[in-house]
C-alpha cells in the first residue's frame, strides 16, 4: 500500500514543500530511506518504529520504502518522523488518507511516541498559508511561533496518538491562535537600561551619536572597564523595531530554532556577540545544508565582537561583504541563498596586547612593535567601514564621577529616534539608505554641508593631527548625525570638532 | 683612497680589535694598510696587543669579505667616515677611545660640534616624552643638534622634538646601519637620514646585540658637549651614557621628575651626585660656554604661539594642569555638557594648547619660552 503526506523543509529561510511517500509492500524486512536524507533522517526510522509501537498500534515489519520528494535536493533534521510514523500508518491502513493530504504536518519523534519542537517553524507556517492546506500540524513547543502567522489553522500535538486520532476525525483539536499586537507589545522591553550605567559620559554620549545614525562603532579600553556592558545596552537606545522587522528577524531566529516555546516573536532588536574563536562560516552563514550565521542573526539588530584583533582574519574579513551590502549570498552549485544582515556593528577591544597601555594605575608590558602588531590585525579596509573608535576609560575615572543617575534608555531612545526621523526624511527617495552611516561619498557632498568656520577646522585638523584621508568622509558623516540630534540643518564647527573626537585610531597617539 | 678605505673597513672588522686596540695599532704602524701587512712577530710586541690579538689579526685578516661589505655599502647609500678623515667629528675625536671608522647616513657637518645628547628610559611617562620633545625642540630652535640613540620611549621623543622645529638630531646605532632597531622606528630613521644624520661604528648587518648599547652609548656622550639624562630608572642604560660623559668630560644634565615613580630613580642619584638640574633649555645653555653665543628664537616666533581662547575655551583651559585628566571628569568640573566639552578640547587642541594622550585624557602643553 501507498501512503503521501505533506510536509515542509527551510532552504535559506524560505520553506518549500515536501511531499513524503511511504510504500509499504511484502517481501524480507526492511526499511529505506530516499530522497537525500542526512544521518538523523535515516536514523528516523528506530525512532518512527519505536515510537508506533509504543503508541500501541499494531504493526508487524514488512518491507518499507520512505520517499521525500522532491528527491534532488538534501534534506535534514529530524522533523520528517512525525509526518513519516503517520505515513506507515496510512499505508497500514490504521489511518485515513484524504485528511492526512490536506495537512501539513511536522515534529520530531521521541521513542515513547510524543512530539519534540523542531525548528523552522516560522518560515514553514509562512509557507503553509500560501499553500492553502487546511491546517499546520506542529509540536506543541512551536505553537506560538507558527500562530505568529494569521489566516493558518495551527493545530498544535503532543505525541503521535493525539495526532493520529485527529487525523481520523476520532478526536477534534482546536487550532491555536494568539494576539499578535498584544504579544509584541509585551516582549518589547529590554532587560537592560542606560539607567544602570554610572558615569562614563563621554562614552555614552558617543554611542547615542553611533545609535543615531546608524555608524558601526569600536570601542577601545582596558579590561573591565565597561566596554561590553555598553555595548549590551546599545539595543535599547535604538528606534523600537517595527513589527515588519520583528518578523523578518523571528524568521531567521526560527531556522536555527532559537525562537523559545513561551514566546511567539522576537520583540527586542538582537544583541549577537559571536566569540572570537568562531569560524567565518559560522559568522557569516553557510555550510553544507546552509543556515545563517551570526551576521544574519543579528539583523535588525547589534553585532558585537568582543576582542576583535583576537577573531581570525578571514573572518573578519568575510566581515566586509554584509557591512556594506546588509545581506549575504551563499552560492551553491545547485542555488544561491541570500540571508538579511543588516546590523549595526559594535566592536571591542584592548589598546594593547597585555590590555594597560595608557592606564595609569597598571604597567603595560607590550613593547610599541607588539602594539603595532595587534593593532594591524583589523586591516585598514574594515576599519574603513567603522565610522567611530571610542575610548572607555578605565575603572577609576568612573568612580570619579558617579554620583548621579544615568538618563534611561528612554530618554536617549527619543532623541536617538527624532534624528533618525530626520535622516528618513532625506533618504526618502533611496532604496537601501535609511541611515547616515549608509550614505554614499556623492551623497556626503550633497548633504553634509559644512559651514565656513567648521570648513576650516576641518582642514587644520587634517593638517596638524595627522588625520588620515580616509578619516575625511567618515568625520563628516558623524558630525551630520551630530547635527541632526540637534536637528540643525548646517554642520557648524562644533559638530566637526566632536566628531573628530570620535576617531581615537586615527591619531597619533598610540606610539 | 678607495683602497685605503677598504683598510679602514678591514681592520674594523677583525674580531678582537675595537676601538682602545684599534687606536693602539694605529699608533704603532700610523695607517690600516701597514698593521693589515704586518708579521705575527711586528703584532705582538705593539703594547697591549697580546699573541692571542696578534694570531687572531694574522688569521682573520684575509678572510673577511670585504667586497661584499663594500657593495652593501654603496647598495644602501651609506658613506664611510674614518679616523683620519677631516669630517671626523671633532668631538669624537677627543676621547680615550674614538670608533676607527663610522657607517654614517645623511651628511656630518661642522656645526654639529655644537650637539648636546639627550636620553632615558625606553619606558617613558608622558610628563617624560613631554620634557624630552619640548627640550630638544628648544635646543634644536638655538640650531644646537641632538644626539639620542634612536631606542623607544624618551630617545624617540628627543629626535621627533628636534626634527618638529626643522632642526638637526643625530641618531647613533647599536647595530648595522642597515638594520633599523626597534622596527617601528623605521619612518623616523628614514626621517633623520634624510635630514639629519644616523652613525654607527658597527659593520653591516650586525645584530643590535646586548653588549653594542653600551659601546654605543659612549659614542653620543662623545659626539655631544653634554648629556642630558630624562627619566632614569636605577639600572637604566642612560645611566651608563651619563658614566661614559663624566669620563669624557662632558657635563651631565638630569630632569627631575615624580618621586613616587620608579622610572626616575636613576636620573634623581644623578642630581645627588651633582648633575646639574634641568627645568628649561637655559639651564643647558648657560653651562656650557659655548652654547652661551648661540642666538636665541626671535621674538617673531613667539608671538605667534600667543592665541586668543573663548570664554567656555579658558574655562576649560584653567581646569587643566600637566597631570592626564579623563574627559568625562572635566565635562563635570567645568558643568559642560559632554559634547561640549569634546568641541571645546578639540578646539583647545588644535590651538596647540592642550594635547591628548591614550585613554581619552588631556592635560596642558607647556608654553614654551
Known sequence: MLSIGLSSAVLGIEAYPVEVEVDISSGLPHFSTVGLPDTAIKESKNRVLAAIKNSGYEFSMKRITVNLAPAAVKKEGAAFDLSIALGILAANGQLSQDRLQKYIVLGELSLDGSVRKVKGTLPIALAAREAGVDGLIIPEGNRKEASVVKGLNVFPVRNLKETVDFLNGRDELSSFSIDLEEEFEDRRNYETDFADVKGQEYAKRALEVAASGGHNILLIGPPGSGKTMLAKRLPSILPTITLDEALETTKIHSVIGLISSRSAIVGTRPFRSPHHTISDVALIGGGSFPRPGEVSLAHNGVLFLDEFPEFHRNVLEVLRQPIEDGVVTIVRVSTALTYPAKFMLAAAMNPCPCGFYGDSQRECTCTPFQIQKYRAKISGPLLDRIDMHIEVPPVKYQELTVDTDGESSLTIRTRVQRARDIQKERFKKFKSVYCNAHMEAKYIRKYCILEKEAEKLLKDAIERLGLSARAYDRILKVSRTIADLEAKEEISSHHIAEAIQYRSLDRNLWM | ?369
Open chain 2, 1 to 369: 683612497m678607495a683602497d685605503k678605505i677598504e683598510h679602514w673597513l678591514t681592520l674594523n672588522m677583525i674580531p678582537g680589535i675595537g676601538a682602545t686596540r684599534g687606536q693602539k695599532l694605529l699608533e704603532h704602524f700610523g695607517s690600516p694598510q701597514s698593521i693589515l701587512e704586518a708579521n705575527l712577530n711586528e703584532l705582538q710586541h705593539v703594547a697591549g696587543i697580546g699573541e692571542y690579538t696578534a694570531r687572531q689579526i694574522v688569521s682573520s685578516r684575509d678572510k673577511l669579505d670585504i667586497e661584499k661589505e663594500i657593495s652593501r655599502i654603496k647598495k644602501q647609500k651609506v658613506s664611510v667616515v674614518t679616523f683620519s678623515d677631516d669630517n671626523y667629528p671633532a668631538n669624537l675625536k677627543s676621547i680615550f677611545d674614538p670608533p676607527i671608522v663610522l657607517y654614517v647616513k645623511g651628511k656630518l657637518l661642522p656645526e654639529d660640534r655644537i650637539a648636546i645628547a639627550m636620553v632615558g628610559t625606553r619606558r617613558p611617562t608622558t610628563y617624560g616624552k613631554m620634557v624630552a620633545e619640548k627640550l630638544s625642540k628648544e635646543l634644536a630652535e638655538r640650531e644646537i643638534s641632538i644626539v639620542s640613540g634612536l631606542a623607544r620611549g624618551i630617545d624617540t621623543s628627543a629626535h621627533k622634538g628636534a626634527l618638529s622645529c626643522g632642526g638637526r638630531t643625530i641618531a647613533v646605532l647599536g647595530c648595522g646601519i642597515d638594520i633599523c632597531y626597534p622596527p617601528e622606528n623605521r619612518a623616523l630613521f628614514d626621517e633623520i637620514g634624510e635630514r639629519g644624520v644616523v652613525v654607527s661604528e658597527f659593520p653591516m648587518g650586525t645584530r643590535p646585540e646586548k653588549m653594542n648599547f653600551p659601546m654605543r652609548n659612549r659614542i653620543i656622550s662623545g659626539l655631544s658637549l653634554g648629556v642630558v639624562i630624562v627619566e632614569a630608572g636605577f639600572r637604566s642604560g642612560a645611566l651608563i651614557t651619563a658614566g661614559c660623559a663624566l669620563e669624557q668630560g662632558r657635563e651631565v644634565f638630569a630632569v627631575p621628575g615624580n618621586i613616587f615613580n620608579l622610572g626616575t630613580k636613576g636620573s634623581h642619584s644623578l642630581i645627588k651626585q651633582g648633575a646639574k638640574l634641568v627645568e628649561e633649555c637655559e639651564d643647558i645653555i648657560e653651562e656650557i660656554r659655548c652654547l652661551r653665543d648661540v642666538l636665541p628664537v626671535s621674538p617673531a616666533i613667539k608671538s605667534l604661539r600667543k592665541v586668543k581662547l573663548s570664554s567656555e575655551e579658558e574655562r576649560v583651559y584653567n581646569l587643566l594642569s600637566f597631570e592626564p585628566i579623563h574627559i568625562d571628569l572635566i565635562s563635570k568640573q567645568s558643568g559642560l555638557v559632554i559634547n561640549r566639552t569634546s568641541s571645546v578640547l578639540m578646539n583647545l587642541e588644535m590651538k596647540g594648547k592642550i594635547r591628548q594622550v591614550v585613554g581619552k585624557m588631556f592635560l596642558r602643553v607647556p608654553e614654551a619660552q
